[in-house]
């Protein structure tokens, strides 16, 4: 299984970007799919996650302002983060759990800031 992210990038407050992850390779239809970030100096936070059946989970620190979603074929998962703040700057990566096995993608960057 691997995981490719993209879509950060450096965006002034208040600003908006999506971030995207495809999965490929051999993916049971159940699993949960997700986003973590970790900013420098701190331990790497769960921001948001999504199952195969739709249901969600946020931080609270992104809830209101960031949405996580899956495409049709269940194997790519969006990040829309609105009114982004410079606290939400940190590496994203995306994650994908089966049973017991995690993987993860390889990290895309995320910088507010004016």
């Known amino acids: 299984v691997q995981l490719q992210a993209s879509g950060g990038g450096l965006v002034q407050p208040g600003g908006s970007l999506r971030l995207s992850c495809a999965a490929s390779g051999s993916i049971s239809s159940i699993n949960v799919m997700g986003w973590y970030r970790q900013a420098p100096g701190k331990q790497r936070e769960l921001v948001a996650t999504i199952t195969n059946g739709g249901r969600t989970n946020y931080a609270d620190s992104v809830k209101g302002r960031f949405t996580i979603s899956r495409d049709n074929a269940k194997t790519t998962v969006y990040l829309q983060m609105n009114s982004l703040k410079p606290e939400d700057t940190a590496v994203y990566y995306c994650?994908?759990?089966?049973?017991?096995?995690?993987?993860w993608g390889q990290g895309t960057r995320v910088t507010v800031s004016s």
């Open positions: 994650n994908l759990k089966i049973g017991l096995y995690v993987y």
